[in-house]
């Protein structure tokens, strides 16, 4: 009995070790089988950049013809136009390294089983080379949703593709043009004009600076000014209205009268987009002034368009900063408290800040710069067109500084009137200021005026 069981014991280890093996030589064989599938290319040997010409014809039922001209994609059917370089760019780089994910049927004889019979996507191109279009044909999804049942024509193999590919090449003809509204060399521009509900806003560059010249002469904000041409160069239209609009079309669309206009002036050249009525899904009609064709923007350009002056002028009262400041003049009435930066002696000594009046001597750094840094963080909460009532005829105190090696100087003056405070830098009207940052720059003054 015991050699029989023993016998037994033997069998079994044979037979597990038999099915180990298998299974071993089964799941290598499988795994090595997954590995060269997915290492097969839809298209060996193509590289994107190679590629020169695309057709696409979309689920939508769009047919775009595209063609390479001096490196910059074109589309030229159905109608040419500048083609967005970013997508067709992703359709290339993907038909140059799309994988097979899996072969479904090496002999495919009933392509309805795939919705390849009638391909949804069809995605045609030629390489540098070829004389005819090599052809990708996508059907429906497979089962699990997770790929796509594609082929390429001549082939008789129906192969699976990842399933995420299907939002890079079912692309309308209006998704692969390039839908930049305007188009201007933003590094040239040195003049913007706005004209929002019959109210102009104008800037010119003088410098590296804006200045405001309309409807007031006033400093600018760069940032703000900037970030205005910035969003004109890279409005983006949603949709196209018209492409030959007749008059009838641009009342309709508000543009036989704009709401808004803005023109961008570099040098001789300029750029002009004019802003018409509402549209759906917030956006506004809208065209660049030298072409016909009437698009359609999201609304917030229309919006920044509409500010007014006051939304453009530098809120900061003063330029300077507590670490460029080389001269500083304080009047209080008949107070005038001197202060001069004066440059350290010996290796790596710290400047020093010496009061010249009203009484002569050195002062606390920390207590100066704590001075500067209060008057330089200083912002207008509001404008003033007038400085009727603002107390600017008789300031109470006048803060002159001189900076950058003394190579710049501003003046602002300050006035009381009740319980509000008001400043002017020399511009027109007067800027309403946080009363309580006024009496905490003044009781810090009063520390270092003894």
């Not at 760069?222 to 949603?238: W, Y």
């Not at 809208?286 to 509409?306: E, M």
């Not at 107070?335 to 350290?344: H, L, S």
């Amino acid at each position: 009995m015991k050699t029989r069981g023993l016998w037994s014991t033997l069998a079994l280890v044979v037979v597990l070790a038999g099915l180990g093996a298998y299974i071993y030589f089964v799941l290598n064989k499988q795994t090595d089988s997954s590995s060269a599938s997915k290492q097969e290319k839809v298209f060996p040997a193509v590289a994107s950049d190679k590629i020169d010409e695309v057709r696409v014809s979309s689920s939508g039922g769009d047919s775009t013809t595209l063609k390479k001209e001096n490196g910059s994609w074109q589309i030229v059917q159905p109608a040419p136009a500048k083609a967005d370089d970013n997508e067709v760019n992703g359709i290339t780089s993907a038909l140059a390294s799309i994988e097979v994910t899996r072969v479904i049927d090496e002999n495919a004889t009933n392509l309805n089983d795939y919705g390849l019979s009638n391909p949804r996507i069809e995605v045609d191109f030629k390489a540098a080379g070829d004389k005819d279009y090599r052809k990708l044909l996508i059907g429906e999804k497979t089962p699990t949703g997770g790929g796509l049942f594609a082929m390429r024509a001549g082939d008789k193999r129906v192969l699976s593709i990842p399933a995420f590919q299907e939002s890079t090449f079912d692309k309308k003809t209006f998704d692969l043009r390039d839908k930049t509204v305007i188009k201007f060399d933003r590094e040239k521009v040195d003049k913007v004009d706005i004209v929002a509900n019959d109210k102009p806003v104008d800037f010119v560059k003088d410098g590296g600076d804006w200045k405001i010249v309309k409807p007031i002469a006033a400093k600018a904000d760069f940032g703000s000014v900037e970030g205005l041409i910035g969003k004109v160069q890279t409005a983006q239209m949603k949709s196209i209205a018209a492409d030959s609009p007749s008059p009838a079309d641009l009342k309709k669309f508000g543009l036989d009268k704009p709401q808004a206009v803005v023109e961008l002036g570099a040098g001789s050249s300029k750029a002009t987009l004019e802003i018409g009525g509402k549209a759906e899904d917030n956006t506004v009609y809208a065209r660049d002034a030298a072409k016909p064709a009437v698009v359609t923007i999201d609304k917030s350009l229309a919006d920044d368009l509409a500010k007014g002056a006051d939304d453009y002028r530098v809120k900061d009262l003063f330029q300077f900063r507590a670490y460029n400041a080389n001269h500083v003049e304080i009047t209080r009435g008949d107070q005038k408290i001197v202060f001069d930066r004066v440059k350290g002696t010996g290796d790596n000594a710290p400047d020093k800040w010496h009061r010249s009046s009203p009484t002569a001597g050195d002062v606390d750094r920390d207590k100066v710069d704590g001075v500067l840094a209060k008057l330089a963080n200083m912002r207008a909460t509001s404008f003033l067109d007038s400085t009727a009532k603002t107390g600017l005829d008789t300031p109470v105190m006048t803060v002159y500084v001189k900076f950058d090696d003394n190579k710049r100087e501003e003046k602002v003056s300050f006035g009381k009137q009740g319980d509000d405070t008001y400043a002017s830098r020399g511009e027109p009207g007067a800027m309403k200021i946080d009363a309580a940052d006024y009496t905490d720059v003044n009781k810090a003054i009063d520390d270092i005026a003894k």
